[in-house]
T-cell receptor, first 114, second 111 residues
Framework: GAGVSQSPSNKVTEKGKDVELRCDPISGHTALYWYRQSLGQGLEFLIYFQGNSAPDKSGLPSDRFSAERTGGSVSTLTIQRTQQEDSAVYLC????????????FGPGTRLTVL | GQQLNQSPQSMFIQEGEDVSMNCTSSSIFNTWLWYKQDPGEGPVLLIALYKAGELTSNGRLTAQFGITRKDSFLNISASIPSDVGIYFCAGRRGATNKLIFGTGTLLAVQP
């Protein structure tokens, strides 16, 4: 596609439920990133994929958070047993590869945990 | 998570005024990026800087990579209403590909 797309755009869930957030990067981009943005805050790095492998998972806040990427394209961020503090906008970005720092962002998924 | 120090936190200006904002860090960065975020959207890249001392322009926007590699600034000249939004700096250091973001500057422009 023309840009990074994310789905759903909004997700409301109950505390304790699992959620899956999807990211479709720009076609041909080998690097994919997940960030979290809490209300009125900057972006917090979660995880980075190069191809299907994740060399840097250092930002995942707990073992309830996991992500995978298949076929070097689509990525899914899963949050298990959601907590109210997980409420935030989850942003995905992609870039063309190791040498490129220019990350292009999707519109985000706004997650609300009741 | 770690964030860069960005200032000012917010700015309320008149249309036509110039604007300046900056980011500082205690660590050295090898790349600085400036993004703009509109409500309900993801950040959009404005300017990328890759060398210490580099000064780059994009229309009315000018950004510089500080000579110490620990800071960067963004200037917007002759502001217009569509400049409204949140501006974020972001830095990359070492061999990592992840970006560390600033806390953001909210810009409001009064017509």
């Amino acid at each position: 596609g023309a840009g990074v797309s994310q789905s759903p755009s909004n997700k409301v869930t109950e505390k304790g439920k699992d959620v899956e957030l999807r990211c479709d990067p720009i076609s041909g981009h080998t690097a994919l990133y997940w960030y979290r943005q809490s209300l009125g805050q900057g972006l917090e790095f979660l995880i980075y994929f190069q191809g299907n492998s994740a060399p840097d998972k250092s930002g995942l806040p707990s073992d309830r958070f996991s992500a995978e990427r298949t076929g070097g394209s689509v990525s899914t961020l899963t949050i298990q047993r959601t907590q109210q503090e997980d409420s935030a906008v989850y942003l995905c970005a992609s870039s063309s590869g190791r040498g490129s720092n220019e990350q292009f962002f999707g519109p985000g998924t706004r997650l609300t945990v009741l | 998570g770690q964030q860069l120090n960005q200032s000012p936190q917010s700015m309320f200006i008149q249309e036509g005024e110039d604007v300046s904002m900056n980011c500082t860090s205690s660590s050295i960065f090898n790349t600085w990026l400036w993004y703009k975020q509109d409500p309900g959207e993801g950040p959009v890249l404005l300017i990328a800087l890759y060398k210490a001392g580099e000064l780059t322009s994009n229309g009315r926007l000018t950004a510089q990579f500080g000579i110490t590699r620990k800071d960067s600034f963004l200037n917007i000249s002759a502001s217009i209403p569509s400049d409204v939004g949140i501006y974020f700096c972001a830095g990359r250091r070492g061999a990592t590909n992840k970006l560390i973001f600033g806390t953001g500057t909210l810009l409001a422009v009064q017509p």
